[in-house]
């Protein structure tokens, strides 16, 4: 008996555990506007290599810092000399004529020299600007990352949006189909009476075959829109996707978009460029700099061994030591004014890059008015189109009404249902214009992300 509690306890604990397994990747797969944001941001590869792109820039400034440090070098350094160098010595040395020489080989048939050196950086005017262009480096990397978040909050933000309207879309299709194979069923019937003609059902058949193609097309659409939105994200193409916000509009004064003079400082796209431009001016210091000296010492300890036979590990034998310190000063006397002009150069950079930010700037106000202006446009474009379609609706109801009463005729009906419709599209390509609109104008003023 107790055992088949305990198996009972088990199975229910596997259940359990499966439930709830199942139940936390059900949730995984539901997905806010910010949440859909979030996961990109961990998700998508071309953000992921503008992280990376910072931590390589902390790598690269701490390798400069290394040339900073003491540079130490060990080496072995073992010769089996196949043949002994020989070398001529004057023959009047040994009783011969002047002017002869006589071949001597010197030395050993096998060396061998183990040591170390070392070398200290003391003062050099490209390590000194280097170190503030590393550091230089990492800010410009940090502000490209926040860039990259930008454009990627950009993409998604507009798939997101464009999988919502046409969710929206196939939900109006639904019921215009729905309304319309009524009509369609209701006028065959009357047809088949007597009490309308055959070209009547044919006009509401033609427009209930567009209406389930425009829905098996829109039903397509969604599908790539939820494919481009998980691609913008990162997230498997093979996944389901579940989106759990929905289009909504307040009434909002549409003057609160009103861009009048922009801080161009908040946009990244500005930021870099500063930040090039502290580069370019870096470099300008650099080739000045490059007429200091610079000084470097260094040190080695060697101990070396000749032999006639291999026996360098034999104790009694001696090794003999060499130890040497030294500084260099190395100046830079004539160039043939090759610095002078590289000076001239990075002077005319800065002047460009001058030029560049002011060019951004203006672009920069132009581009928030002209998203702006969008933005407006779009936003009383909706307003226009939400009331056209209420009035469309009106109408096809009124002309409804007024067939199924008999005082009204076919041909209203299918132009109102055509006018409805078009209505009912207008209205949602105004939504999706006065969404991706607003997040225009958010990307142009640099607040698209906080």
Known sequence: MKTNVNSYILIFSISVTGFLAKAQQASSNNFSLQQAIDYSLKNSPNYLNADLDLQNADYKRKEI??????????????????????SLLPGQFFGAPAGTYIPVKFGTKYNATAGFDASQLLFSSDYIVGLKAAKEFINLSKINVQRSKVDLASAVS????????????????????????????????????????QIDVERLEVQLNNLKTEKEKTDRLIGLSENLLKFQMGYKIADAISLTDSLSFNNKEVSSLNAGKIDVSKRSDYQLLQSQQSL????????????????????????????QEFDFFDGKK??????????KLNVSVFDGLQRNYRVQQAKIAVLKGENTLKNVEMAAELEANVADISYTNAYASLQTQKRNMLLAQ?????????????????????????????????????????????????????TLIK
Do not use: C
């Not at 999988?163 to 019921?175: C, F, M």
């Not at 870096?282 to 000749?306: C, E, H, I, S, W």
């Not at 001696?318 to 500084?327: E, I, P, R, S, Y």
């Not at 009912?424 to 104008?441: G, H, K, P, R």
């Open 158 to 197: 507009k798939a997101y949006y464009n999988v919502l309207v046409n969710r929206e879309r196939i939900k109006l299709l639904d019921i215009n189909i729905v309304r319309l194979q009524k009509l369609y069923n209701d006028t065959k019937a009357l047809n088949q009476q007597g009490f309308v003609e």
């Open 280 to 307: 370019n001016k870096l470099d300008v210091k650099r080739q000045k700099m490059g007429y200091l000296p610079t000084l470097v010492a260094y040190g080695a300890f060697q101990y070396n061994a000749q032999r």
């Open 318 to 327: 001696d090794w003999f030591n060499v130890a040497l310190l030294g500084f």
């Open 394 to 446: 009106h109408v096809f109801d009124v002309a409804q009404k007024k067939f199924t009463e008999g005082v009204g005729s076919n041909l209203e009906i299918t132009t109102a249902e055509s006018s409805l419709k078009e209505a009912q599209t207008n209205y949602y390509n105004s939504v999706y214009d006065m969404l991706v609109a607003e997040i225009d104008y958010k990307k142009a003023t640099g």
């Open 65 to 86: 810092t290394g040339l900073g440090l003491p540079q130490i070098n060990g080496s072995i350094d073992l010769k089996d000399y196949l043949a002994i160098p020989t």
